[in-house]
């Protein structure tokens, strides 16, 4: 979802952008945080770069789709949840 916030900021001479402190608080982002930069079309896109598993917080996920990472106990599980309906 694109949420339109009119704010506009400059890039200065070494390329850099100051993500908006209300921006960051809001989605948790932190000083050394890990952005992950992605392009989408014209569209340069900024994500939180978490290496954990989105169901179980475990670390080092095996697997990446659409750009959330889960381990390999979740997609086991998973699976046996589709199998066994
Ligand atoms: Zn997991």
Excluded: W
């Amino acid at each position: 979802m694109k949420l339109s916030t009119g704010i506009v900021r400059r890039v200065d001479e070494l390329g850099r952008i100051v993500i908006p402190k209300e921006m960051r608080r809001s989605l948790g982002i932190d000083q050394k945080d890990p952005i992950e930069i992605s392009i989408e079309g014209s569209s340069i896109i900024l994500q939180k770069y978490e290496n954990r598993c989105v169901f179980c917080g475990a670390l080092k996920p095996a697997i990446r789709h659409n750009g959330k990472l889960m381990c390999s106990k979740c997609l086991k599980e998973i699976n046996k949840k589709l199998e066994d309906k």
